[in-house]
């Protein structure tokens, strides 16, 4: 929205019109939905955004992370498994025979 001076956006139905629950920028077109702070100014008062309301975002699945996920696991858990197995029982062995 560019900046207009106050009444330039209006036609001669709005003008009749009063929408005093809608924050209006300088040219009459509501400002966009949210939490607005009235402000003081030297010149009077202004308003200032607090928070914008917006749509909800829209998302699209890109990667199958789930699908991604298990095939890593269903390569690597059996070799990682055996692994670990073997250096736990290692050292349960060795914390035995040291005693």
């Known amino acids: 929205m560019f900046p207009t001076h106050v009444g330039m956006n209006r036609s001669e139905h709005s003008m009749h019109k009063t929408l005093k629950s809608v924050p209006h920028a300088r040219g009459d077109e509501p400002l966009p939905a949210g939490v607005y702070q009235r402000i003081s100014t030297g010149l009077g008062s202004a308003l200032r955004s607090v928070l ?7 998302y699209r699945p890109r990667y ?9 696991f269903d390569r690597r858990f ?3 498994f055996e ?8 050292s349960a062995w060795n914390k035995a025979f040291k005693r």
């Open 78 to 80: 059996p070799v990682n």
């Open 83 to 90: 692994e670990q197995l073997q250096r736990a029982v290692a």
């Open 64 to 72: 199958k992370i789930a699908t991604l996920a298990q095939d890593i």
């Open 52 to 58: 914008y309301f917006t749509r909800a975002a829209t």
